[in-house]
């Protein structure tokens, strides 16, 4: 039909480009709520609030990081935030039983590395393999990890090594240690961006059958999407434990979900198929700034979760609309 | 290169048998021709060969070794590449993406080599480059492409596998004609080079001009292959009806309508995505067919009269009144009904009662809003009686009964207010026999009463059988009217072939 027009001449600009930068309205979000923040409290921008912001943040963008792997296959994990206290558990029980030395942190860490790794295999097992629905199934490893977690270490508080939060709380060359883990996180995601997993992933998020008639290996796929989950939801306990400095199996029960949040306030389709890591990550420190700006603003403590709520509903719909308007 | 044999190919879903014998044999360096009507079983044949359907009984043999095809990785490594009807790719990445999945070049172990597929992609973007229109480049996404240069990347995604053997299910049905002579002049530099390949396309011209030898296959079983050169279309439409039914006029009933009978539904120019310019009238009384292959347009038209997605131009007379209907709910009240035969997509409310699923039309139609529950039963009971519709109890939920039944509580919520235009868009689709025969029986009933009704149908026989006039379809218009002794098989087919 030659009636039929032509959609790419009347693409504006600004769509192109958020099309090639998914995270761009999360970006803009993120940019208004740190003006915000330094309106209500002009010491929040300092590189001190800063800092402390990224090292109590550092774990949540590193699980939302974990979550988008899957959610880029049309997957979704619900047990990110059991992994995460299960490799917590698992390294602080190590760390003590082998002395709390450096060899000693740095075996625990490889250890709970390998967990994570573990647990993201029989995550993918259950769902890409057995073929289980993901919602339903990761729920349930979810209440497994949880009760290895309870098994491993029964009650909370199980302090960390010194040297284990000093090194991860503290300086070298006067720039705060977390820094330069967002500088590996950075590095590692701009090798994973190019990486033909990656673009294999999304286009069997984009259909898994037509991935599959084209010759894809989808379960294999979706397979690595999980173990890549897993090891970064334990990458993730490692930072949650750097900044509480202590064991508790329930600590990543609540984080899921925020996980899930910050996929798709960082512009990634929950269908799968399209989205960016980098979103995910300014998704994170969007609930990040929104729970400080809550305080700043000086909310009452009984109304902090509502308004916490609302926030993040507002930051949903903004980024929605943005998305919707410009790439209709 | 490599030659492909199948012996008795057979494969069955639940008790439809959509491939009962197939054998083709495809020798390197020549396009084969498959041509069946709708439903014979040339995708099932197809899909046999590139391992997305696993066959019951048979054998592919290739270079006369017998091989197993277990899924499209097999066949990729077999040597075996396709262009899928419906198309197989990710709409959200980029055309070079999508002509170097699945395998991507990489480069260090894990990166996409970036490089090199651009370079792949630019080889077989520039040999369409002055036929693809605008807005086609190697980084454009897919989402943003129309339908014919779609079709196009789908064309480069088979190449770009280099294989030997390749398989084209209806590689031409969106592309226009320059479009298509520069597909062709690859198929035969493909051709030259040695590569065995098999072409699907509904339209002679191409078949005669591209092909050197053609298969027919009727009713799910090949029923012979012959050299293009020794053959002629009506030589290979006769094979597809078959001899026996060449003379027979499918004991279609006579054409009862009185011509002087009032129009009820008037259509003029009526033009929107996917038909052009369709007039037609349907009279109290009358069953209108509309035929043709699939997708020419004839779903659309109705959907747009039933206002879900409204025309572009033309107009509509219901009892010689315009309307101009923007929603369904519009054209429910205009005194319109639509039965479609994706039930689960335009007809059942799935999980809720069979009462639920009468009523709504009724609700609608009288603006009601509270009502007690006894008066609905005794409504719903007689169009659900008429349909001889089988059912446990008005509170059971829909999803419990069977296909057909299911489209008879469809078909009865539309029956307790009259409707004067009944439209039908493909509504036998999977019910069985005993169905298929209570519904004709019903719409020809009312019919009788004085309802137009116009009948889609992607079975050519129900459409004999039951049409007193049939407009055939061919790319999104009218392209010939059968009515009376003009109504065979053959007419049908005739006209469905013909060259756009």
Not at chain 1, 201 to 226: C, E, H, N, W
Not at chain 2, 144 to 155: F, G, N, P, T, Y
Not at chain 2, 225 to 247: D, F, K
Not at chain 2, 284 to 313: D, K, M, W
Request: net charge neutral; with cysteine; aromatic share 6%.
């Amino acid at each position: 039909m030659s009636a039929v027009e032509t959609r790419s001449s009347s693409r504006s600009g600004l769509g192109a480009l958020v099309e090639r930068f998914p995270f761009l309205p999360a970006l803009v979000i993120l940019v208004a709520l740190l003006a915000l923040n330094g309106w209500f409290q002009p010491n929040s921008l300092g590189f001190r609030a800063i800092t402390g912001l990224i090292s109590t943040y550092l774990a949540l963008m590193m699980l939302a990081v974990a979550q988008t792997y899957v959610v880029y296959a049309g997957d979704v994990d619900l047990s990110v935030g059991a992994i995460l206290s299960l490799v917590n558990c698992v390294i602080i029980v190590l760390m003590e039983r082998w002395g709390g030395g450096g060899v000693a942190v740095l075996g625990a860490i490889a250890i709970g590395i390998l967990t994570g790794l573990a647990c993201g295999l029989l995550n993918g097992i259950v769902v890409a393999v057995l073929r289980l629905q993901a919602i339903v199934a990761t729920f349930a490893t979810s209440i497994f990890f949880t009760g290895l977690a309870l098994y491993v270490l029964p009650v909370a508080g199980t302090p960390a090594p010194t040297v284990y939060w000093r090194t991860y709380g503290g300086r070298f060359f006067e720039i705060p240690f977390v820094f330069y883990v967002v500088v590996a996180l950075a590095i590692i995601l701009a090798i994973a961006v190019r990486a033909r997993l990656t673009t294999q992933m999304l286009a069997v998020g984009d259909d898994p059958f037509k991935a599959f008639q084209s010759g894809l290996p989808v379960t294999a796929i979706r397979l690595k999407g999980y173990v890549l989950c897993g090891v970064f939801s334990a990458l993730a306990a490692l930072c949650i434990t750097g900044d509480t400095a202590s064991g508790d199996p329930l600590v990543g029960g609540a984080m899921t979900l925020y996980s899930v949040a910050a996929v798709v306030l960082g512009g990634t389709a929950l269908s799968g198929g399209r989205g960016s890591v980098v979103g995910s990550v300014l998704g994170a420190l969007i609930i990040g700034l929104i729970n400080s700006l809550v305080f700043y603003v000086g909310t009452p403590s009984q109304w902090q979760n509502l308004v916490q709520g609302l926030a993040i509903l507002l930051a949903l719909m903004l980024g929605v609309l943005v998305t919707r308007r410009v790439r209709p | 290169m490599a030659n492909l044999t199948i012996r008795g190919a057979r494969k069955a879903y639940g008790a439809t048998v959509a491939l009962s014998r197939g054998d083709f044999d495809l020798k390197e360096g020549e396009v084969h021709v498959l041509i069946g009507s709708n439903g014979s079983g040339k995708s099932t044949l197809c899909k046999i060969v590139s391992g997305s359907v696993r066959p019951d009984a048979g054998e592919v043999l290739i270079d006369g070794k017998p091989v197993s095809i277990d899924g499209p990785r097999a066949a990729r490594a077999l040597g075996i590449a396709t262009f899928y009807q419906e198309l197989s790719l990710a709409a959200h990445r980029t055309v070079a993406e999508n002509i170097g999945l699945p395998e991507l070049p990489g480069k260090g172990g894990i990166f996409v080599d970036r490089a090199r597929l651009n370079a792949i992609a630019e080889r077989h973007i520039s040999r369409f480059a002055d036929v693809a229109g605008e807005g086609f480049s190697a980084d454009t996404r897919v989402e943003h492409l129309r339908e014919d240069q779609r079709q196009l990347v789908e064309i480069m995604k088979a190449l770009a596998t280099e294989a030997p053997i390749l398989i084209f299910d209806e590689p031409t049905s969106s592309l226009d004609r320059a479009q298509v002579e520069r597909f062709f002049e690859i198929l035969r530099e493909l051709k030259a080079e040695g590569r065995a390949i098999v072409f699907i396309s509904h339209r002679m011209d191409e078949i005669f001009s591209v092909g050197d030898r053609v298969t027919v296959i009727r009713d799910g079983e090949t029923v012979g292959t012959s050299q293009i050169s020794e053959t002629n279309p009506a030589n290979i439409i006769r094979q597809m009806v078959g001899e026996t039914e060449l003379a027979v006029t499918e004991g279609a009933p006579p054409a009862t309508v009185e011509a002087k009978a009032e129009a009820v539904l008037s259509v003029a120019g009526l033009s929107g995505k996917g038909f052009a310019g369709v007039s037609f009238e349907v009279r109290r009384g009358e069953i209108l067919g509309f035929g043709g292959l699939h997708g020419q347009g004839q779903s659309a038209v109705l959907r747009s009269i039933f206002g879900v997605s409204p025309a572009a131009a033309g107009s509509i007379r219901i009892n010689r009144e315009e309307r101009a209907i923007r929603s369904p709910r519009e054209a429910i009240r205009c005194g319109l009904a639509y039965v479609s035969g994706d039930r689960g997509r335009d007809g059942v409310v799935h999980g809720r009662p069979i009462l639920e699923n009468v009523t709504p039309i009724h609700f609608l139609r009288n603006r009601l809003s509270l009502v007690r529950p006894g008066s609905l039963r005794e409504r719903a009971a007689k169009p659900l009686s008429a349909l001889k519709t089988r059912f446990a109890g008005y509170e059971q939920p829909v999803n419990a009964l069977s296909g057909g039944n299911q489209q008879k509580i469809v078909i009865a919520r539309w029956l307790i207010d009259r409707p004067d235009v009944l439209l039908l868009d493909d509504p036998t689709k999977g019910i069985d026999l005993q169905a298929k025969a209570d519904l004709f029986a019903l719409i020809r009933s009312l019919a009788a009463e004085g309802m137009g009704i116009v009948l889609y149908s992607s079975e050519d026989a129900e459409l004999l059988a039951n049409a007193d006039r049939i407009l055939v379809f061919n790319s999104g218009s009218v392209s010939r009217e059968l009515t009376g002794a003009d109504r065979t098989r053959y007419n049908l087919y005739h006209a469905a072939y013909e060259a756009a």
